[in-house]
């Protein structure tokens, strides 16, 4: 074998080697990073269904018919939220919705007599940095809080909700997730 061909095969050597160790690490590592998200994404739902109906003190899941696990855990299709004496102040979602770029994910809340959005939050979305991204921003976002279920619809077409310049698509799909949602639901509790 020539010097250069031993050479060859001790940088592929190296390469290999330090693939291995680099796949062994990534592997030690994925487990427990993987559960740490899991456990964040589930407070960041928490802490948005509390924001989004300060007035409960308790989240009761709904539960639809879906298997979504090999656990065999089924789909939450919403949470009734209750107040301290359990009387239920309204109900609060999440919600996946396609924007203009992917697949959005709206967290809401309606008042318990079906009558206004208690409030909107952006959980995830793909949309355009600087266009559709805006859904995220107080100024859109809080155009939601109080609104009632009438008027929950984009200003164009006579609603009370103004769209983002430019982002037509992102802001309906916003107002066609929580309408969407909210129909779910009154037809669950009727």
Known sequence: MSES??????VIGKLVLISVIASALLAVTFV??????????EEARTATLAELMPQATEF?????????????????????????SGSIVGYAFF?????????????GGVD??????????????SETPGLGSKITEPAFRD??????????????????????TGATISSQAVVDALNAQVEVIKGAEA
Request: hydrophobic share 35%.
């Open 5 to 10: 061909n031993k050479d060859v095969v001790v």
């Open 32 to 41: 427990p990073t993987s559960e740490q998200l899991k456990k964040n994404y």
């Open 60 to 84: 009761e899941a709904v539960y639809g018919d879906q298997i979504i696990n090999d656990e065999g855990d089924r789909e939450i299709l919403y949470y009734r939220a209750k107040d301290s």
């Open 95 to 107: 919600r996946k919705q396609p924007g203009a770029q992917g697949l959005l994910e709206i967290a």
């Open 112 to 125: 318990a007599s079906f009558n206004e959005i208690t409030g909107m939050s952006v959980m995830s979305h």
């Open 143 to 164: 155009q939601f809080n109080g609104v009632t279920l009438a008027d929950l619809s984009l200003s164009k077409s006579g609603g009370a909700i103004d769209s983002i």
